[in-house]
């Protein structure tokens, strides 16, 4: 039977249109007992499409298309290049190709692939076997050009390369192609070689073929009628049937028999589930193992004083699990890169079930006490599922790269590489490339986008009752182009646009990492992996996570700043956070009335209003509220009984007595993860690691086989262990299942909850720095106006930009030893970076003319910087725009008129505030909504806090929208969600579709709206938010 050998995926990126499991469905639907895979220089669809296939009884062959050179002069001047489809034999083989597509796509980032020299073709033959190409290839095209004698001169180059392993290749996508067809398989007769006919597959059904042309267009960025020819596919480029090749071929039953004997010959088996863990380097007599204990006990000391029996049996427990799965290492190289973070300053936690390990804490990976806490180790690597440990450790944002530099240092930038993500095609990036190909005015194409839902990740929409796509446009536009285009970019949802760095994951290699995977030369020059988290994980390698955090970015900032005013006391960033102490009365008063804006994960509104609702006076406080706030126990009714029993508004009762002591922390509510696994093993015996399989089925809502029998396991164990009687411990299973799928990690939220508490600190005690961080890092949950606003509403005083106190970023100056914060002259529209550089390394400055002779600002630079009050002191606004208009001063030659820069009156508040929003896209001097009050007044508004109040009542309010996401009722009705701010903080606005459309102009212009609805009550967060019925303009 013929076996296809020559299919491209989506993963060719914008060639293929089919995904690897659709092409081995359609292979097992043939009958085809194996099936290549040769995507076009990239290998990322490799590990997904050998899974597929051997799900479904079908054999994977890994292979793939590239672009090769022979020798320069070999054919003549002239360059010449072609393709080969090479595929694996077998692991060797599975390097070769990771070696060579990680050097196809390791020259500049975005640069077409240069052709393969032969040469560097000669260093990776090994495994692999090689087809000549077909129609594209190096060897047909020579023949095609009547230079018969270069082809020879080819094939045997490829037979050098090749020995035993070469198979020239016959294609017969057309008419066209019988003469060459004929020719080459002479000219293999004559050689000695055999031929293989193959059938390039670019998508999977006949109709494909349009489409793949419209992609070849978005892949050069070109129109659809400029595609060059020999760009796109070859005619009928689709998964054709055995019996229709068998009758293609009929005359060449030697090259249909060769497909199966090539199938039988590659036989690579991918070590999927295998370990590919790095080695860490270690002292001449050492080995990981030991190295490790000896730095654990090390830290134990140092954190106890004492190695306790406690200590000593977990810290022994945790060790020869480690040991046992060769993870030794694993944990030493995380210690090593957090030392370095450490070392140089770089603020940094753990998240995640990490903080469960005794040893990482040890170690100094996490902070969390996981013996304090009852967090368990089995939480975190549980030897009943083989898996890695998983250690994600976030950073400092602006910090994270010299750490990230220091492990390709470290430990080999041929053995490291950032994970990548692979960015798909969504419905408002299919449609803007689809529109251009057809060449639709980018002004059109504009209007159609932004008609779109914001931000919408869910199931593309579908007009009711209909299979129309883009519902949203198809009645606007209903030009059978227009169509057409919709059409199309429904098509493209979801396939593959181009690879991108991961956030965080980064991947340590034993060796070499091109002998494991393949990689790609990024944006920023940063080597990626082509293959996604899933993929590198299912290769066995360990995917280590460094995440840039804003939130750590504020503390070190504000940390920095208090480290430079104390240096004798606090030397360093570390030092100032680690000083932070845990029982500060002034902070506790912050946190427990809410006033937590600018707080990394405590200052949403839900959070706040849970933190004031429990009193919360303590990081273990903070750590609670964090496992609260959730989806899950705000529609659970969870979050309601804690708190009432946390206020003694209701009793604490347990199922059985033997629970108290289990979940006296919580008031007898399981809120945890780790407490569901403390039932399991103290009430019921169960072992820690069935415990959590337990945890993990519950949470998966997994009702299969082995959830059954782990629950007869613990009701039987419940009696047995604790004298729990069937039935209760039945009613306890419930409980349990109710609440482990939305139980939260208190590992995570221990580690989180730290981070909180010391951003709550800097608050407190340093509040004009601390909100200078928060803007300067363009904050967290909320935008830049509402951070602005909580710095009026603490009483800081707070400037426009201003050539001689402001910085780059948002800052702190003090003027007459008061602290002010000055917005950063970054924000300052169309100021060069040069001039910023400029004013910062010359002031101070004593006048304007001082200003322009020696800064040389651009003309539109010095009207800016006027108009927001950037130099004053110098004269009034007017008057400086005056003179500046009036003067020559470019290249140092400064001429003035004569005019008094403090003549006639300065710009009122209103032109202040106008001129504010104009060139630093927000107002400083005062808020917009400031100078309406009376307009507020008269149209009868309510504040957001006056509004929240009023539950089920019609209300209007007065505001200024802070953003946009997207939302969803219990209903499942799709929600654009507003946060909408005032003078006096800020309501969510949720606005109906229907509504959006009807009011989307005024909505998405920067200026005061009235918003009129209904009060209703968030089911999931407990708050109160506004479902919109209009919308308009405060002032006309």
Known sequence: MFIHLRARSYYSF????????????????????????????????????????RSLQVKPILGLEVSVAPPLGLFGAVPYSGRLALLALDLQGWASLCRLSSALLGEAPGAPAAPLPFGRLAQDSGGLLCLSGGRSGLVARLYQDGRQADALACISALQDLFPGRLYIELQRHSPQDQAWVGGLSALA?????????????????????????????????????????????????????????????????????????????????????AAHYPQMPVPAGMTPDALLQQKARAGALRLYGEITPQVAGRLSHELQAIQSYGYASIFLIMEEIVQFARQHGVPMSSRGSAASSLVAHCLGITSPDPLRLNLYFERFLNPARHTPPDIDTDLCSRRRNAVIRFVYERFGADKVAMVCTINRFRRRSALREVAKAHGLPSQEISAMADALPHRWFGPRPKAVGSEVPYPELAQRYRSPLHQQIF??????????????????????????????????????????????????????????DLLGIRGLTVLGDVAEEIAAGKSETLSSVLDVLEAIPQDDPATTELVRTGRTVGCFQIESPGMRATLREIQARSVDDIMVALALYRPGPLTGGLKDEFVRRHRGEEPVSHLHPALAPLLQDTYGVILYQEQVLRIAHELAGLNLADADLLRRAMSHFDPGQQMQSL??????????????????????????????????????????????????????????????????????????????????????????????????????????????????????????????????????????????????????????????????????????????????????????????????????LEERVAAEQAVLGLAVTADPLELYAAQISAAGALTTVEAASRLGQTVRMAGMRQGWRRGQA????????????????????????????RYREEISAHHPLLVEGQVELDAETGEPFIRAARLWRLVE
């Open 14 to 53: 914008l060639q293929g249109l089919a995904s690897p499991v659709e092409l081995a469905q359609a292979a097992q639907r043939a009958g085809m007992p194996a099936l290549a895979l040769t995507d076009h220089l990239w290998l990322t669809g490799a590990v997904e499409f050998y899974e597929a296939c």
């Open 189 to 273: 007769e004559s050689q000695g070689l055999p031929v293989v006919a193959t059938h390039d597959i670019y998508y999977l059904q006949p109709e494909g073929a349009d489409l793949q042309r419209l992609a070849t267009a978005i892949r050069l960025n070109c129109l659809l009628s400029e595609v060059p020819a020999g760009e796109s596919a070859p005619p009928g480029a689709y998964f054709t049937s055995a019996d229709e090749f068998a009758e293609r071929f009929a005359d060449l039953p030697e090259a249909l028999q060769a497909t199966q004997e090539i199938a039988q010959r590659c036989a690579l088996d991918l070590p999927t589930g």
């Open 487 to 544: 059409q199309q970019a429904d098509s493209l949802l979801g396939i593959p646009h181009h690879l991108s760095i991961h956030p965080g994951g980064i991947v340590i290699a034993p060796g070499a990492i091109t002998d494991l995977v393949p990689t790609h030369l990024a944006a920023r020059g940063v080597v990626i992996t082509q293959l996604d988290l899933e993929a590198i994980e299912r290769l066995g390698l360990v995917k280590l």
């Open 711 to 908: 629950k007869e396991r613990f009701i039987a164990g419940a009696a047995r262990h604790s004298a729990v009687p069937p039935e209760v411990a039945e009613r306890v299973w419930e409980l349990m299942a109710a609440f482990a799928g939305y139980g939260f990690p208190k590992a995570h939220a221990a580690s989180y909850a730290q981070v909180a508490w010391r951003a709550a600190w800097c608050k407190t005690h340093h509040p004009a720095i601390f909100m200078a961080a928060v803007l300067a890092n363009w904050g967290g949950y909320y935008g830049q106006r509402e951070y602005l606003m909580e710095v009026r509403r603490m009483g800081l005083a707070l400037r426009s930009p201003h050539i001689n106190h402001a910085q780059r970023e948002f800052s702190v100056a003090y003027l007459d030893g008061a602290p002010v914060l000055f917005m950063g002259l970054d924000q300052v529209r169309d100021l060069s970076r040069r001039t910023q550089e400029r004013i910062l390394r010359l002031r101070p400055f004593h006048s304007f003319s001082d200003f322009l002779s020696r800064v040389d600002p651009r003309p539109v630079e010095v009207e800016n910087l006027v108009s927001t009050g950037a130099l004053a002191g110098f004269g009034t606004i007017p008057a400086l725009l005056s003179q500046a208009k009036s003067a020559q001063w470019r290249g140092g030659q400064l001429s003035l008129f004569p005019l008094d820069t403090a003549q006639g009156e300065d710009w009122s």
């Open 970 to 997: 219990a209903g499942g009705e799709r929600l654009y969600i507003m946060p909408f701010g005032d003078l006096e903080g800020t309501i969510d606005v949720a606005i109906p579709p229907g509504v959006y459309r």
